[in-house]
């Protein structure tokens, strides 16, 4: 019997120029080419994650501060995942192993169940679609409540968009968001919705497309300017024109930003973190905050879907 690698089983998707491989841990994205080109930062089979590198995220996206939250009554106390911070990150199915229930040659739909438990004891079905066309790779995420109670919900996607040669630092980012979430410095707490022009827009404000430069983000945008379609598009391009872009509908009403910097010189700044989130960093906290933070409550039987898509800027 073989062995399973340490990502999980691996699922290759193709059409036409594109290529996806999906790992079954976490319903992760390994892989995303056009023409042999990364879209996305990749890793290897039997490499265990780093960093939630295209992981999928729930039921809730960013952080939960301090793993502390009430729901319909209750008080809740999960596991501090990200310790440096003191925070509960990014939901319990990133490390679920994902059994494919249906699969083709350009799809396939993972399923997982997040099971009741001391700090989240809701039983959830999670569906994860991926599938690829001529515009790119759409990803998306269903849910199914089968407990007796309404449980809170947030989903989004973790990939690290690669626009060409070189980092992070010489691609264009188009970000179309008009107001970006405030947080202390050391833990990343929120505090407050600014505008992107009033603090530091050289850091902040891509509403016109511009190189990223040596700017440090990682916060969450909303205020999302939408298309025609009520479509937002986040662009990342190379001094040649070519690049990426991810897209989404009404569904996800923020979206983190990340420059992934990180202590080694090697291995930072590789790629753009790009994560549409249903809901704000720190959502199962709505209450304490005076925007909306768009929690999802799903009542027992309720669904819920969202998505987004990735595509080559040629």
């Known amino acids: 019997m073989a062995r399973t690698p340490a990502s999980g089983i691996q699922h290759t998707i193709r059409a036409g120029e594109y290529e996806a491989v999906i790992a079954s841990v976490g319903a992760t994205l390994r892989s995303l080419t056009f023409a042999g080109r990364d879209l996305v930062v990749p890793f290897g089979a039997d490499e265990v994650r780093p960093a939630h590198r295209g992981a999928t995220l729930a039921p809730w996206p960013n952080r939960v501060v301090d793993g502390a939250y009430s729901f319909g009554g209750r008080d809740f106390q999960l596991a501090l995942t990200e310790p440096a911070r003191s925070h509960a990150l990014h939901g319990l199915a990133t490390w679920l192993d994902f059994d494919a229930v249906e699969a083709g040659d350009d799809h396939v739909t993972l399923e997982a ?65 008009d107001r970006v979430l405030a947080v202390t410095e050391e833990r990343l707490i929120p505090t407050d919705l600014r505008a992107v022009d009033a603090d530091d827009p050289a850091r902040f404000d891509f509403r016109t497309g511009r190189r990223i430069g040596s700017a440090e983000i990682d916060h969450a945008y909303t205020g999302l300017v939408r298309d025609g379609d009520g479509q937002v598009t986040v662009s990342l391009t190379d001094a040649d024109g070519s690049g990426v872009l991810m897209q989404w509908d009404a569904s996800c009403s923020w979206v983190q930003v990340h420059t992934a910097d990180r202590p080694d010189p090697d291995e930072s700044r590789l790629g753009l973190a790009v994560e549409p989130m249903t809901c704000a960093p720190d959502a199962f906290n709505a209450s304490r905050y005076d925007y909306d933070a768009g929690l999802i409550v799903l009542e027992p039987a309720q669904e819920s879907t969202a998505s987004w898509r990735i595509a080559a800027i040629a």
């Not at 309404?150 to 188009?174: I, K, M, S």
């Open 113 to 177: 169940v997040i099971s009741p438990q001391t700090a989240y004891p809701w039983r959830l079905v999670v569906r994860v679609g991926f599938a690829l066309g001529s515009d790119g790779l759409t990803q998306s995420v269903a849910v199914r409540n089968e407990s007796e109670s309404a449980a809170p919900w947030g989903t989004g996607p973790h990939p690290y968009l690669v626009a060409g040669a070189g980092r992070v630092d010489g691609w264009t980012l188009t970000l179309p968001a």
